[in-house]
């Protein structure tokens, strides 16, 4: 029996004017798929996710979250639909402390901002579940402290928190150990390798390692389009992505 497909595209198109950035790609992402997106530079990579989380809307072709189609639908639609993701650039407010973040994107999860207004301990349940995650991401230590002060690669693990705090079917982590420093990468690998299974997770990521040592299946993109998918040995072997992408850099799978 194939597993669910959660997310979907059809044909998309993206245009900025003369520059076509996504090429017809068709695109499919089964429940707790653990999958990634590469390419070189330009190759359209956050374009092609901009379009599926509602950031960008497309020129042409269609998009299906858990089989509605939500082409037309803004990204806070999609978001309470069930998609999630984290930006190349952190979008955090550098004046809360991380459990306030957390309840704040709980409070809107659950249709109830109004909620943020009252003082944070006073909905004990949202509270709960904030410091469950930190917990679950190894940062409960840093829940009381303002995000702007702190290490980068607890600012991208904090993130991932707010993604996951969406309860999300689908989650799209885009480049999530980038600037992040050595000694900091593998705690932000292991929190992405323990996600749950229900899970589906696109990955953007420029380290192949990291790539290879996360991902059960690949998607290359090539110039806004789909140049082609498969295990992570069969693009690892693929000569045509080593010489577009790879550089015949030797990879171990």
């Known amino acids: 029996m194939s597993a669910k497909i959660l997310l979907e595209s059809r044909q998309l198109v993206k ?5 076509l950035a996504t090429d017809h790609v068709d695109f499919t992402l089964p429940e707790g798929a653990r999958h990634a997106l590469i390419g070189p530079n330009g190759a359209g990579k956050t374009t092609f996710v901009n379009l599926l989380s509602g950031v960008l809307t497309p020129t042409s072709g269609e998009i299906f979250l858990d089989g509605v189609n ?9 978001a309470h639909a069930g998609m999630a993701r984290t930006f190349q650039i952190n ?21 109830a901002g109004w909620s943020w207004f009252r003082p944070v301990g006073s909905r004990a349940d949202f509270v709960d579940e904030g410091m469950a995650l930190l917990r679950q991401l190894g940062i409960e230590d840093i829940a009381h402290g303002r995000v702007g002060v702190l290490a980068y690669g607890k600012q991208r693990l904090l993130e991932i928190a707010v993604a996951l705090a969406q309860k999300p079917k689908v989650l799209l982590l885009d480049e ?20 749950p299974d229900n899970v589906a997770l ?7 390692h990291l790539v290879f040592r996360f991902a059960k299946s690949i998607s290359v993109l090539v110039n806004g389009g789909l140049f082609m998918e498969g295990t992570p040995e069969e693009v690892a072997s693929d000569p045509r992505v080593r010489k577009v992408y790879l550089g015949e850099e030797e990879v171990n799978v």
Do not use: K, Y
């Open 176 to 195: 999530p150990a980038a600037g992040v420093p050595e000694h900091e990468r593998e705690q932000i690998l292991d929190v992405v390798a323990a996600l």
């Open 15 to 19: 245009r900025f004017g003369g520059i």
């Open 91 to 111: 979008q955090l407010f550098a004046d809360l402390t991380p459990l306030e973040t957390l309840v704040l994107t709980i409070s809107e999860r659950e249709n």
């Open 202 to 208: 696109i990955l953007i990521e420029h380290d192949m």
């Open 70 to 78: 939500v082409t037309g639908w803004s990204a806070r639609r999609r």
